[in-house]
């Protein structure tokens, strides 16, 4: 299995970013994606999931803001996220839901300035 996250970078409060992340070594269209956070010195947190049929599901704390997509053909799930805030700063993964893989893959970074 391999998880490629990318997309991250430093942006300003109230501005927006697009993460993707490509998956290699699953069936990926048969398994539910999601995006996953980690803030420093923080646990790791699920915030997106989108399952094999489309419906989606938000965290309390970016519902409204993010926005999870998939593209099977391309074996890619998205995470557009608008409004950012400062405590949206942390490394984002994508992995499997609703048990993800052990392996998470290096992440990407996402550091939002006040």
């Known amino acids: 299995v391999q998880l490629q996250a990318s997309g991250g970078g430093l942006v300003p409060a109230g501005g927006s970013l697009r993460l993707s992340c490509s998956a290699s070594?699953?069936?990926?269209?048969?398994?539910?994606m999601g995006w996953y956070r980690q803030a420093p010195g923080k646990q790791r947190e699920l915030v997106a999931t989108?399952?094999?049929?489309?419906?989606?599901g938000y965290s309390d704390s970016v519902k409204g803001r993010f926005t999870i997509s998939r593209d099977n053909a391309r074996n890619t799930v998205y995470l557009q996220m608008n409004s950012l805030k400062p405590e949206d700063t942390a490394v984002y993964y994508c992995?499997?839901?609703?048990?993800?893989?052990?392996?998470w893959g290096r992440g990407t970074l996402v550091t939002v300035s006040s």
């Open positions: 992995n499997k839901v609703p048990t993800p893989y052990t392996y």
């Open positions: 070594g699953i069936i990926f269209s048969l398994n539910g």
């Open positions: 989108i399952f094999v049929g489309g419906s989606t």
